[in-house]
T-cell receptor
Framework: DTGVSQDPRHKITKRGQNVTFRCDPI?????LYWYRQTLGQGPEFLTY????????KSRLLSDRFSAERPKGSFSTLEIQRTEQGDSAMYLC??????????????FGEGSRLTVL | KQEVTQIPAALSVPEGENLVLNCSFT??????LQWFRQDPGKGLTSLLL?????REQTSGRLNASLDKSSGRSTLYIAASQPGDSATYLC?????????????FGQGTILTVHP
C-alpha cells in the first residue's frame, strides 16, 4: 500500500491521559500535514512539516499538543492531559514538492480519538 | 480570513440524476481548489484539483469548474449512482509557501437512492 497510513485508527482514553498518533506519508512526498475534524464539520488545519521542519502551527494547537517529524519521514502527534474537547478525528495528509500536482493533498484514513 | 461555504448542506436525489454541488470562498487569492469525497468514519479521497490558473477539471463522471474572480466552484456529477453517496468537501489553498494549508467548507451530504 503506497498511500498515507495512520495508526491507531481508533483510540479511546480517559481524560487526563496522554495519547500519540503516528502518520506515515507517501514516501516521495516532502510535506506532511495534520488536520482535526469534529462531527459534521470540515477538517481544520493544525500544523505542517516540510521535510523535518515544522513550518506552521495553528492557534488551535494548544501547548498540550506537540508534533514531530524526525528525519523527515513519519510524523507523530502527541496530546498530553487529554480533555473531552479533544475528541475528534485526526487526519494526516501529505503532498509532493512544487510542480504539476503540488499542493494536492492525499489523506490517510484518520485516527479517531474518544476521550471519556 | 478565508471562509468557505458549501450549498446545499444535504441533497437527496434518485439514481441517474445529474447534480451540481456549489462552493464559494471569500478570498480569491487562492493557489488551488480541491474537491474531496468522505465516506462515514473514513478519511478524505481527492477527487479533483484545480490550479488557480485553470477553469475546470474532469475525471470520469465528475467535472469541477473554478471562477476565481467571483470566488465560486461547482462540482458536477453526471448520471449519479448509489455508490456516489458520501459527503463532498471543497477546500481552497492559500498562496505563497502555505500552498497545502487548506480551508474547508462544511461539506454537502449526498444521498443517491435507487
Amino acid at each position: 500500500d503506497t498511500g498515507v497510513s495512520q495508526d491507531p485508527r481508533h483510540k479511546i482514553t480517559k481524560r487526563g491521559q496522554n495519547v500519540t498518533f503516528r502518520c506515515d506519508p507517501i514516501s516521495e512526498h516532502n510535506r506532511l500535514y495534520w488536520y482535526r475534524q469534529t462531527l459534521g464539520q470540515g477538517p481544520e488545519f493544525l500544523t505542517y512539516f516540510q521535510n523535518e521542519a515544522q513550518l506552521e502551527k495553528s492557534r488551535l494547537l494548544s501547548d498540550r499538543f506537540s508534533a514531530e517529524r524526525p528525519k523527515g519521514s513519519f510524523s507523530t502527534l502527541e496530546i498530553q492531559r487529554t480533555e473531552q474537547g479533544d475528541s475528534a478525528m485526526y487526519l494526516c495528509a501529505s503532498s509532493p514538492r512544487r510542480g504539476g500536482t503540488a499542493g494536492e493533498l492525499f489523506f490517510g484514513e484518520g485516527s479517531r480519538l474518544t476521550v471519556l | 480570513k478565508q471562509e468557505v461555504t458549501q450549498i446545499p448542506a444535504a441533497l437527496s436525489v434518485p439514481e441517474g440524476e445529474n447534480l451540481v454541488l456549489n462552493c464559494s470562498f471569500t478570498d480569491s487569492a487562492i493557489y488551488n481548489l480541491q474537491w474531496f469525497r468522505q465516506d462515514p468514519g473514513k478519511g478524505l479521497t481527492s477527487l479533483l484539483l484545480i490550479q488557480s490558473s485553470q477553469r475546470e477539471q474532469t475525471s470520469g463522471r465528475l467535472n469541477a469548474s473554478l471562477d476565481k474572480s467571483s470566488g465560486r466552484s461547482t462540482l458536477y456529477i453526471a448520471a449519479s449512482q448509489p455508490g456516489d453517496s458520501a459527503t463532498y468537501l471543497c477546500a481552497v489553498s492559500g498562496g505563497g509557501t502555505s500552498y497545502g494549508k487548506l480551508t474547508f467548507g462544511q461539506g454537502t451530504i449526498l444521498t443517491v437512492h435507487p
